[in-house]
């Protein structure tokens, strides 16, 4: 399967980026699911995986938004998986 994983920045200004990562399920990969789908369609925001653009609900950005700030301060649970996978993306 195709995992998301959100990449540090250097400020919270810059846009969120991601990679894809293709990992095995036999290998019980450590991951979280969330929906594309989550929040209202119009208010969409834009992401970038891998080098393209993708345009994702303000409710998804968000939440990837705090995702990166959070896990580059280290004040997330250690054993959160840093691994997402995001229906429509992944």
Known sequence: IRLLRVLPATNDDEPISCVLEHVSLQDSPCYTALSYCWGDPRNAKTI????SA????????SALWYIRKHLASGSLIDD????????AIC
């Not at 970038?48 to 080098?51: G, H, K, N, R």
């Not at 959160?80 to 229906?87: G, V």
């Open 48 to 51: 970038f995986v891998s080098t």
């Open 54 to 61: 993708i345009e994702v609900t303000d409710n998804l950005a």
């Open 80 to 87: 959160l998986p840093q691994l997402f996978w995001i229906d």
